[in-house]
């Protein structure tokens, strides 16, 4: 028997399995909230993915129709709501912008302090819960026994552990409480070493390098043109980060900080930090590199954070500006897109000058992440798909609303 | 001493029940991952069998290379392609018959063969001593523990040595002719495993899917 | 060819067999079954280097029972008791490595686990939770084959079960001798993952399906390095006898397999990884991949049925660590033996094999522990890359180990001081004729050894 085919449209391939529709979800483990995947397989590969969301709609933009601005806030919590401060940060600079609002320096780096420490709470959820999803059950407990520490300290602040509606236009609820200042760089003392101790369990293992690394990898060019943002933009070597990058409203928050944008140039990271080298087979755009970005942006965030304490201490002004519930908003729109932890989540408000806005809009950074899990899950095998969709970190609050 | 129940041949009879209704229910089920698995049950209590002969070595390969090769391969690919028009099959009566007169008359011969041997009508050349209970410590114990008859058989130090060319099992066989014949099992093994992995190499080869590219 | 009694002889009358009651001794010829001996092969325990006696000297469990029941009501009763104590020990190991897991679990992680159940350790959890499952309803799938789907958490944990038939506690206590001993467990072992396979597709959905296939495919495929892996300690101990493996490991640590050369100490890495992935423990644990398949093969499954996967798989965990301890690490011979200078008298030889069962079941549970420090440590690895390992790591390392075993025990047969026992692969001595055997004794200087070891092949060349 000749093993030279004659025929050369005969293309010799494995033995045939059946194609197959599985469903992932809505109730699923690994899919971080009600999300229904159904992935179209060939045996264990991948061929398509069809992502259907909505579960959790909760019509909070038709809500915000009704209510004033500061009533609005806690819909915005529950949006993203493991970064729920961000959330709230978010809608109270479009808010401002709108009203055109000049805030006392007391109340910007009051802002910056909670923002970055959300952002550590929002990380921490995200990376353990990534380890979990490839089946490493410990770093998820360490993560949460971190973040209870964070939460505890939200709790001082505002009363609140998930759902704050801490950050109102003007300012924020409550001034923070005496001595939390110094709670919190201890917090930040003990919690150093811990980091290093999740490079160690994840980033730097091996099994979880087999299976992070050149998985998913997504281009520069698709991540803009799907319009992904945050790590899931980085990760790909895109250099934006709105906290430099974006409005002048946002970004004279961050006006004076030393920091430095966490992407790849030229092959290397900030060099500031201590951190584990990135391994071979990692390849720019992977699931490795939007984890090491998260993982670097925690650093980067205790960074800020310590800046921030000495510049509340010695800032002057008040921790707000005192508004009325029925204040009216004055005719016109804003449009304000802050970063938050999972990507460039932009709030918009038309007011018609009445206190109830026209119209609310928020635009979710997770539901352009999300968008891409069709591309990056073609070709990859069914264990995969938790892998890519939990490096995405996306939170269905947030693409639902 | 006297038994009324003889746990050997109760054993016996259950292992070989078992064996054989199992093996009628390959037959007579329609569904084809049942079938399977009801082979399972047959061929492991073919192991069993070998156990209570002694043969330990045999019975371990009957478990570990069919019922733990052969057959999770066959149940990996009935269960692979199992469909509805598999799961309940349904023989016409007319091959029933045929069956029926083939395998009975298969059946007919290989019993008249197997009963046939006079060296196996009959029970093993034992001495009284071993039909009876003994008090460990006496004699008689002592004399039952030293008669080469009731050994347990080497079956594992026997068959090494005989694949290495070293036929122990042969030792009565003392003409030097005939033990010049007498040679290792080890060639025909290899050969026999090569052959095997020639025999899956094609099946792979001839089982890939091959389709026309669209121009 | 031995004459096989229980063939149905010609119906013919005969002469009279003379009250025979056919069976004390099976015609194999083997000694009875159940021979547990109460206090058998104490000797074995001395660190004297082959001067140990014959395991004759205890009474074995049926033998005692005879002289105080019916015959046949004996070995019934020896058989129970030995597969009760069996049963107890499979399910109790279940019952305690579940609450250990908890615990080891809760540990890990920064938690207490179970606190409340039983006092301050809550060692009566599973307890509970054995009651709760007991309770629950009776579910099934209604696309479930009902007859695979009930039957297959019982064919995994027989399987389980049976395995420990030929595992040895201590000297001689061991449910039935088995010349091949090795080859039998892990024949048995690899019958477990029918009621994987059964359970996967008999409920009736892709995952399940899913899962099952997966756990097939890499149970069969890590069986070979596995296998390869065993073979070293047979091989250096000459027989897959494991109670006379573990009785040559006697005495000091030194005398273990694992430090007998460097290729069997890498080895045992090797036999580890392959034994975990064996009974997908994690980072092999696809079967059950939680994240991904919900719960895997056995997603369908609650109640009672799903607690009989789970003690077939911590019955898995503590026979291959078994296997482990006996094969590598001594079995029940201590790193110090302790019970070497102890008087010979029959109480005091059965508490040196109590205390050695002690230090057994120790050494398994130690590695039932590390395999659970293993799990909650590491990510699970994708089923492309557990069979990449299989066949592209494990099974040329264990193969290359393997080949260097043979040739260090080829090169050096006492060890590198040569002052280990010969192995019992010489047995091709045996089978000299005697006129040579005695010539060469009598040129070596040393009388026939009269060992366990050799009264364990228990077959002598015609003299």
Not at chain 1, 108 to 126: D, P
């Amino acid at each position: 028997m000749s093993t030279q085919l004659d025929d050369p449209r005969i293309v010799e391939s494995d033995v045939r399995t059946d194609e197959m529709l599985v469903n992932m979800g809505p109730q699923h483990p690994s899919t971080h909230g009600v999300l229904r995947l159904v992935l179209r397989t060939d045996g264990e590969i991948v061929s398509d993915t069809t992502a259907h969301i909505g579960y959790l709609h909760r019509c909070a933009e038709k809500i915000g129709e009704n209510l004033a601005p500061r009533q609005w806030i806690p819909y915005t919590d529950r949006m993203d709501y493991l970064a729920a401060m961000n959330m709230n940060l978010g809608w109270s600079l479009a808010v401002e912008k709108l009203l055109n609002l000049e805030l006392p320096e007391k109340a910007v780096h009051l802002r910056v302090i909670i923002a970055e420490l959300g952002r550590i709470a929002s990380h921490l959820v995200g990376m353990g819960t990534y380890g979990l999803d490839l089946g490493s059950f410990s770093p998820f407990l360490y993560a949460f026994r971190e973040r209870e520490k964070i939460l505890d300290l939200f709790e001082e602040v505002c009363g609140a552990r998930l759902t704050y509606s801490y950050i109102t236009p003007g300012g924020a609820t409550h001034d923070l409480p005496p001595g939390w200042i110094q709670k919190c760089e201890a917090f930040l003392d003990q919690f150093l070493p811990v980091v290093d101790e999740f490079h160690t369990l994840l980033t730097s293992n091996a099994i979880f390098i087999r299976r992070a690394c050149d998985i998913g990898v997504l281009t520069p060019e698709m991540a803009i043109s799907y319009a992904c943002s945050g790590p899931v933009l980085r990760g790909s070597g895109v250099d934006q980060d709105l906290r430099r990058d974006g409005e002048e409203r946002y970004t004279e928050m961050y006006d004076g900080y030393a920091f430095e944008v966490i992407v790849e140039k030229d092959g290397h990271y900030p060099q500031d930090y201590k951190y584990p080298a990135v391994p071979r087979e990692a390849r720019l755009g992977d699931c490795w590199h939007r984890f090491y970005v998260r993982m670097l942006e925690i650093r980067q965030s205790i960074d800020l954070m310590r800046q921030a304490f000495d510049r509340y201490s010695t800032a002057k002004g008040s921790y707000h500006i005192p508004m009325k519930l029925n204040e009216k908003l004055p005719r016109g729109e804003a449009y304000l897109e802050t970063e938050a932890p999972r990507g460039q989540m932009g709030f918009y408000v038309v007011g018609n000058g009445t206190p109830i806005p026209w119209r609310v809009r928020a635009r979710s950074s997770s539901f352009n992440n999300l968008s891409v899990v069709s591309e990056l899950c073609r070709g990859c095998l069914i264990a995969d798909v938790p892998a890519v969709v939990g490096s995405l970190d996306i939170v269905m609050g947030e693409i639902d609303r | 001493m006297q038994s009324p129940i003889i746990w050997h041949t109760f054993f016996f009879f259950l292992f070989s029940f078992l064996a054989c209704v199992f093996a009628v229910a390959v037959l007579v089920t329609s569904n084809i991952v049942r079938m399977a698995f009801f082979l399972v049950i047959s061929l492991g209590s073919t192991a069993g069998l070998f156990f209570l002969a002694g043969a330990d070595l045999v019975g371990s390969m009957q478990l570990m290379i069919y019922v733990g090769g052969t057959l999770v391969l066959l149940i990996f690919g009935v269960m692979l392609t199992a469909r509805s028009p598999l799961i309940s099959m349904h023989t016409p009566s007319g091959e029933w018959i045929l069956g029926a007169i083939v395998g009975g008359s298969l059946l007919a011969v290989l019993l008249q063969i197997a009963l046939s041997p006079k060296a196996w009508q009959q029970g093993p050349e034992l001495p009284p001593a071993a039909y009876t209970a003994v008090e460990a410590g006496t004699p008689a114990a002592a004399e039952l523990a030293r008669d080469p008859r009731l050994r347990p058989p080497q079956t594992a130090t026997k068959l090494g040595l005989g694949l290495l060319g070293e036929r122990v099992d042969k030792l009565v066989v003392q003409d030097p002719t005939r033990r010049a014949g007498m040679s290792g099992y080890l060639l025909p093994f290899e050969i026999v495993s090569v052959h095997l992995l020639v025999v899956l190499v094609g099946a792979a080869y001839l089982a890939r899917a091959r389709f026309r590219v669209s121009d | 060819m031995r004459a096989i009694s229980w063939l149905p002889r010609s119906v013919k009358a005969e002469e009279p067999r003379k009250n025979v009651p056919r069976v004390l001794v099976s015609p194999g010829g083997r000694v009875p079954y159940f021979t547990t001996s109460l206090s058998a092969g104490r000797k074995a325990a001395r660190s004297t280097l082959g001067k140990t006696t014959a395991t004759g000297i205890g009474r074995p469990v049926a033998e005692y029972l005879q002289t105080i029941l019916p015959f046949w009501l004996a070995y019934l009763v020896a058989a129970l008791v030995h597969a009760t104590l069996l049963i107890v020990l499979s399910l109790a190991s279940g019952v305690i490595f579940v609450w250990g897991e908890r615990k080891v679990a809760g540990r890990i992680q920064d938690r207490l686990g179970p606190t409340r159940v039983g006092g301050r350790y809550g060692w009566l959890q599973t307890i509970a939770d054995g009651i709760k499952l007991l309770t629950k309803e009776d579910l099934r799938p209604k696309g479930a084959d009902s007859f695979l789907f009930r039957i297959a958490p019982y064919v995994g944990w027989g399987a389980s079960y049976a395995a420990f038939i030929a595992l040895p506690f201590a000297n001689g206590w061991v449910a039935q001798r088995m010349n091949v001993a090795v080859f039998f467990i892990l024949a048995v072992l690899g019958l477990e993952v029918f009621g994987v396979i059964l359970a996967g597709y008999a409920s009736g959905s892709k995952w399940s399906l899913f899962g099952a296939m997966r756990e097939a495919a890499q149970v069969v495929s890590y069986e070979v390095p596995l296998g390869m892996c065993v073979i070293v300690p047979v091989m250096i101990a000459g027989t897959m006898d494991l109670t006379t493996i573990a009785n040559m490991q006697q005495g000091w640590f030194f005398n273990w397999f694992v430090f007998h050369d460097i290729f069997t100490f890498l080895l045992f890495g090797v036999y580890f990884t392959c034994a975990t992935a064996g009974v997908n423990r994690a980072p092999f644990d696809l079967a059950e991949a939680e994240s991904e398949l919900v719960a895997g093969f056995h997603t369908e499954y609650s109640g009672f049925r799903w607690l009989f996967f789970f003690v077939a798989e911590y019955g898995s965990m503590f026979m291959v660590s078994g296997l482990a301890a006996l094969l590598f690490f001594g079995g029940w011979n201590g790193p110090i033996p302790v019970t070497a200078f102890w008087p010979d008298h029959p109480a005091m030889n059965y508490l040196a094999n109590f205390l050695g069962m002690l230090n057994f079941v120790f050494k398994c549970t130690f590695g039932v522990v590390v395999m659970m420090w293993v799990r909650w440590t590491l990510p699970r690895v994708r089923i492309d890359q557990v069979i990449t390992t299989c066949l592209k790591y494990c099974t040329p390392l264990a193969a290359v180990l393997f080949l260097g075993a043979t040739l260090w025990t080829f090169a050096f047969p006492g060890g590198i001081t040569g002052m280990r026992q010969v192995p019992y692969g010489m047995v091709r001595e045996q089978y000299k004729p005697a006129e040579v055997r005695a010539a060469e004794d009598h040129v070596a200087g040393h009388p026939a050894a009269e060992s366990d070891l050799a009264v364990a092949g228990q077959h002598r060349s015609p003299r």
